[in-house]
């Protein structure tokens, strides 16, 4: 997957975006299909110049710098990070022994085992009452069946769509069976967010009906103003779904455009998905999920617009909702399985008193997309950029700040988490069941390619 890490905003730079995972490192990229500059540290590079190589550069600056920051004598030498120990990290974990390093899965625990064992190596410390460098995430597993149904309609016309090719996504109600028929409304990007004079659901209810949106946000060229050419959290399909929950819709449809999402639709497609267990009385979406752009021109055409021309008024201040004049009717079967997946944990103790119970804690998310549809005869989603890379860096910067023989001020944490292209999930539940107290976590760098 090219990651929710690299969502782009349209026609203008990417970075890394602020989540409950706490990225603090950016990297922009600019999407195709004008040629990517990337900004690392806020210095221009030509991309051709972002190699492995300059990763690793630039990632002894930053450690050098809260080394520095974190009153290590001068004296000591820098910390030395080793490219070669990181390529061979990422060349195992994508491995296809790994199976794509799904959760839940065989290739789970062969992640989590080999990460726990570099950590063990580098010798940090197990946090916590468990002696295995494990944090266990109860997930929910969710399998949408290829026999759910979507059909739109409005008095003279109706349009079925084919599941996988056309819709995707699950039921986040966590039931084996969800129908509905609601009313259709158009709700732009489906944000929300009084700071920026912007809500896509003003002086609409759209309770018990079906929202369709795009993801992403208005365009900006202004920092303060949606992050600028950045994306922030607003555009991103997550925070989508929350939106339409919190306010009492029935299920939501983001209609996939390759400029909106930053990758293609074979990347939303997969049936199958991963939840944190709901609580008995918390809202959800009976359908949270996804359309093809074909389908969405399909969807549109019913109320008389298109993609193109519904996607320039979402980007335009002022829009207002717009009822589409159709019903969906779906009905989405489930199948519903308890898995238990882990974080991976480790710390390095800080060395004044005073100062040790407060930790920076890096972090990088392990999984990946598993096993799926196959391409050119290979069904294993390897992972190599995302996030095999950012797992190889996290476990080398644990060796590195470890093998130190006068340790910061300040604690570090280094935290592999679980299912970040099942919606943050492993992040989500790392902050909600800290493994020290949220207060006196000083920073998060996250390391997501």
């Given at each position: 997957m090219c990651g929710e890490s690299f969502l782009p905003k349209q026609g203008g730079q990417n970075t890394f975006p602020h989540d409950s995972s706490g990225t603090l490192m950016k990297l922009k990229i600019?999407?195709?299909?004008?040629?990517?500059?990337?900004?690392?540290?806020?210095?221009?590079?030509?991309?051709?110049?972002?190699?492995?190589?300059?990763?690793?550069?630039?990632?002894?600056?930053?450690?050098?710098?809260?080394?520095?920051?974190?009153?290590?004598?001068?004296?000591?030498?820098?910390?030395s990070i080793d490219a070669a120990r990181?390529?061979?990290?990422?060349?195992?974990?994508?491995?296809?022994?790994?199976?794509?390093?799904?959760?839940?899965?065989?290739?789970?625990?062969?992640?989590?085992?080999?990460?726990?064992?570099?950590?063990?190596?580098?010798?940090?410390?197990?946090?916590?009452?468990?002696?295995?460098?494990?944090?266990?995430?109860?997930l929910v597993k969710v399998v949408t069946s290829a026999?759910?149904?979507?059909?739109?309609?409005?008095?003279?016309?109706?349009?079925s769509l084919a599941c996988e090719e056309e819709f995707s996504g699950n039921c986040h109600t966590q039931s084996p069976l969800e129908e509905f028929d609601c009313e259709a409304?158009?709700?732009?990007?489906?944000?929300?967010?009084?700071?920026f004079g912007w809500d896509d659901y003003k002086d609409t209810d759209v309770r018990g009906k079906v929202v369709v949106l795009f993801t992403n946000e208005p365009p900006s060229d202004d920092p303060t103003y949606f992050g600028g050419k950045a994306l922030t959290y607003y555009g991103r399909w997550t925070y989508k779904f929350e939106e339409a929950t919190r306010r009492g819709a029935k299920a939501c449809l983001i209609i996939h455009t390759n400029a909106t999402a930053g990758?293609?639709?074979?990347?939303?497609?997969?049936?199958?998905?991963?939840?944190?267990?709901?609580?008995?009385?918390?809202?959800?979406?009976a359908f949270a999920g996804w359309v093809s752009s074909q389908a969405g021109e399909k969807l549109l055409k019913l109320a008389g617009l298109g993609v193109e021309q519904a996607l320039k008024a979402a980007d335009t201040k002022?829009?207002?909702?717009?009822?589409?004049?159709?019903?969906?009717?779906?009905?989405?079967?489930?199948?519903?399985?308890?898995?238990?997946?882990?974080n991976v944990a480790g710390m390095v103790e800080g060395s004044d008193p005073a100062l040790k119970n407060q930790a920076v804690v890096f972090t990088a998310h392990?999984?990946?997309?598993?096993?799926?549809?196959?391409?050119?005869?290979?069904?294993?989603?390897?992972?190599?950029?995302?996030?095999?890379?950012?797992?190889?860096?996290?476990?080398?910067?644990?060796?590195?700040?470890?093998?130190?023989?006068?340790?910061?001020a300040r604690s570090a944490i280094f935290l592999a988490?679980?299912?970040?292209?099942?919606?943050?999930?492993?992040?989500?539940?790392?902050?909600?069941?800290?493994?020290?107290?949220i207060e006196e976590t000083a920073l998060n760098l996250n390391f997501d390619m």
């Open positions: 600019r999407p195709e299909p004008r040629p990517p500059l990337p900004t690392v540290f806020n210095q221009d590079i030509p991309r051709e110049k972002i190699t492995m190589r300059f990763v690793i550069r630039m990632l002894a600056c930053a450690l050098s710098s809260i080394f520095v920051a974190s009153a290590v004598s001068a004296a000591e030498p820098a910390p990181v390529g061979a990290h990422v060349k195992e974990l994508a491995s296809d022994k790994f199976e794509g390093r799904g959760p839940g899965t065989r290739g789970e625990a062969l992640t989590t085992d080999y990460i726990a064992s570099e950590f063990k190596k580098s010798g940090l410390k197990p946090i916590g009452k468990r002696p295995d460098y494990l944090q266990p995430v109860p026999q759910s149904t979507l059909v739109a309609s409005n008095p003279g016309q109706s349009i409304i158009f709700v732009g990007h489906g944000i929300s967010a009084p700071e990758y293609p639709y074979s990347v939303v497609r997969p049936l199958d998905g991963a939840q944190l267990k709901k609580a008995p009385q918390e809202p959800a979406l002022g829009f207002k909702p717009l009822p589409l004049g159709f019903r969906i009717k779906g009905k989405i079967s489930t199948t519903v399985e308890n898995i238990l997946s882990n392990w999984d990946h997309l598993g096993l799926g549809k196959a391409v050119l005869g290979d069904a294993i989603y390897n992972g190599a950029a995302d996030n095999a890379t950012g797992c190889a860096l996290l476990m080398e910067i644990a060796r590195v700040w470890s093998s130190r023989p006068i340790k910061p988490v679980t299912a970040e292209e099942k919606g943050l999930l492993g992040s989500k539940y790392y902050t909600a069941n800290p493994l020290i107290p």
